[in-house]
T-cell receptor, first 114, second 114 residues
Framework: GENVEQHPSTLSVQEGDSAVIKCTYS??????FPWYKQELGKRPQLIIDIRSNVGEKKDQRIAVTLNKTAKHFSLHITETQPEDSAVYFC?????????????FGKGTLLTVNP | DGGITQSPKYLFRKEGQNVTLSCEQNLNHDAMYWYRQDPGQGLRLIYYSQIVNDFQKGDIAEGYSVSREKKESFPLTVTSAQKNPTAFYLCASRTGTANTGELFFGEGSRLTVL
């Protein structure tokens, strides 16, 4: 099937350290790769995204990199803070005509220890 | 106040009964999605719709049905054919005119089958 594999499933870091979450996809037609953050008891929210024609994108402490050849993309969080603790989901989007199917990975539970 | 509203927030159902989850948005979004969230499984796509009167099956559509008679509404029916319906269901919407864009999620509906 067409899956997005996400690793690791859990990640624990000390405050101030960096965190990296990696996702791989299988369909070369995938063209859009967003990352969502879901805090406990809340709805998922977009934190950063990248299109297939871009290799890297940064927004303050958050960055996403895309390697189209290897079919993987990664989320990088620097100088982690306790409020970064949440479940992070990667996703990829394939287009089929006018239909845009957005498929998520299984999520990574990030815990930032003070 | 624009947003996406799901109801009910909690729902209990007896085995063999169908149940319909409501999803309404006033964001003027073309595209709407239904995801199911289970622990350790991430967000799995059930159905999605890019325009009114059109929808596509996602990765786990069996035992579910949807309709898209109005742009604002995308109800999900969990039928008795769904083998394991107890889960947290998330509805989302976004603009459908481009193949990128933030997915706005509702607060979710938690269905428990007794």
């Amino acid at each position: 099937g067409e899956n997005v594999e996400q690793h690791p499933s859990t990640l624990s870091v000390q405050e101030g350290d960096s965190a990296v979450i990696k996702c791989t996809y299988s369909d070369s037609a995938s063209n859009y790769f967003p990352w969502y953050k879901q805090e406990l008891g809340k709805r998922p929210q977009l934190i950063i995204d990248i299109r297939s024609n871009v290799g890297e994108k940064k927004d303050q402490r958050i960055a996403v990199t895309l390697n189209k050849t290897a079919k993987h993309f990664s989320l990088h969080i620097t100088e982690t803070q306790p409020e970064d603790s949440a479940v992070y989901f990667c996703a990829d989007q394939r287009s089929g005509g006018s239909n845009y199917k957005l498929t998520f990975g299984k999520g990574t539970l990030l815990t930032v220890n003070p | 106040d624009g947003g996406i509203t799901q109801s009910p927030k909690y729902l209990f159902r007896k085995e063999g009964q169908n149940v319909t989850l409501s999803c309404e948005q006033n964001l003027n979004h073309d595209a709407m999605y239904w995801y199911r969230q289970d622990p350790g499984q991430g967000l799995r796509l059930i159905y999605y719709s890019q325009i009114v009167n059109d929808f596509q099956k996602g990765d786990i559509a069996e035992g579910y049905s949807v309709s898209r008679e109005k742009k604002e509404s995308f109800p999900l029916t969990v039928t008795s054919a769904q083998k394991n319906p107890t889960a947290f269901y998330l509805c989302a919407s976004r603009t459908g005119t481009a193949n990128t864009g933030e997915l706005f999620f509702g607060e979710g509906s938690r269905l428990t089958v007794l």
